[in-house]
């Protein structure tokens, strides 16, 4: 007889909640060792948890079967920024329960969403079970919708062409065959799009300058002050402490680069990128992580998406991606004509924890998401 129950996991429930996501063919594209070291600096070296805190914080709830783990639902902490007033923010991540296990699923979810000492829930990487999830706990759909579409621009039409055959199930040769054939006009259709990413007269005044993360530093301390000053919008800590700290975790998986943009040796923004080898499409993907900006410049976006463009060319990428931001920078970016597509499903959810935020977080002005928000850049 099955002997059901549920606890906190902690540092020494990572081996068998690794060996639960491999056993469900969950993607986990890390080793044991790489995956047990990410959910210590979670729980450990987090710089979003409170000064004083336990060592061994819980890293989310495990399901027992007896003493066996057959569910996980892990959280990660995060501190956000929101109407002059910090936010400490539960992010649902890596989420697994054997399918035989799955009537209590309800357990797990009971324990996340009643947790308590944290302000808002929230899901940036959802499939469709967990969006029913938080769907079910009154948890409602990021109001920016357009953050379903994905634009993308094409830098190498045969290689993307050949990757979107690949992941249509066509054999390698059959894919090559028709990418060969298709190419000569995708190449024209983007070399037309991508003649917008032309250096403007109006950014001769900038200074465009990439940077390691070791070397984020108290200019951007700077403009983050003044950015929380401008606007009173949901913003992830973009300090350089939590910069530094985020940058790194992602670094570990994907390649970052960071280009910023100066005047008058004043750094007024950065764009955020991440190189993405997808071996089993022959996929190189660069994807905008984060872009941030004083009031949303369109000159520094322009600057920025310029060298962004440039890097991924030198880097030999086939394809640059956008997902998220405001309306209004969205709108812009549509001046460099990209294609778009769309996710399966609606990946970004919340739920607000207190009466005072609940309404705030309704009005779409409220809101600056990127794949900088939860865990969609780590």
């Known amino acids: 007889m099955p002997i059901i129950s549920i606890r906190k996991a902690f540092i020494a429930d990572l081996k068998n909640v690794y060996l639960l996501i491999k056993e469900l063919g969950l993607a986990v594209n890390m080793t044991e060792v790489q995956f047990s070291e990410r959910w210590k600096k979670y729980c450990e070296d987090n710089l979003a948890l409170p000064e004083g805190h336990d060592s061994d914080m819980s890293i989310g709830w495990v399901l027992l079967n007896n003493t066996n783990i057959v569910g996980f639902f892990g959280s990660i902490p995060r501190l956000y920024h929101f109407e002059h007033k910090n936010l400490r923010i539960s992010v649902a991540s890596t989420w697994a329960v054997k399918k035989e296990f799955r009537e209590y699923t309800k357990l797990l979810s009971n324990a996340y969403f009643e947790q308590k000492d944290v302000d808002l829930l929230m899901v ?43 992941k249509k199930k066509l054999n390698k040769n059959m894919s090559m065959l028709l990418s060969y054939f298709l190419s000569p006009l995708f190449y024209l259709i983007s070399t037309l799009k991508i003649k917008s990413f032309k ?27 003044r950015k929380i000053e401008e606007c009173s919008q949901l913003l992830a800590y973009r300090n350089s402490e939590f910069l530094r700290w985020n940058l790194e975790l992602s670094n570990e998986l994907t390649p970052i680069t960071l280009i910023c943009c100066y005047e008058k040796n004043k750094l ?39 060298a962004a463009y440039k890097e991924a060319k ?16 969205r709108m812009h970016a549509l001046k460099f004509r990209p294609f778009s597509r769309n996710y399966k499903s609606f990946p970004y959810y919340y739920k607000a924890l207190s009466e005072e935020l609940y309404p705030l977080l309704f009005k779409t002005e409220s809101w600056y998401p990127s794949l900088y928000d939860g865990d969609g850049s780590f």
């Open 124 to 166: 940036t990487t959802a499939i469709k079970p967990t969006s029913k999830i938080f769907s079910k706990y009154e948890g409602d759909q990021m109001p920016l919708s357009e953050y379903a579409r994905v634009f993308f621009w094409i830098l190498a039409p045969a290689s993307f062409l050949n990757a979107a055959f690949l």
């Open 199 to 225: 250096p403007s007269s109006k950014n001769s005044n900038f200074r465009i300058e990439k940077k390691l993360i070791n070397e984020i530093g108290s200019d951007f301390d700077d403009l983050w002050k």
């Open 268 to 306: 007024e923004g950065y764009i955020v990128l991440a190189t993405e080898n997808i071996s089993n499409i022959s996929l190189k993907r660069y994807k905008i992580i984060d872009l941030f900006t004083v009031k949303d410049d369109q000159n520094i976006i322009d600057a920025l998406l310029t």
């Open 314 to 329: 030198e880097l030999g990428c086939h394809v640059i991606e956008l997902v998220g931001f405001t309306e209004k920078i």
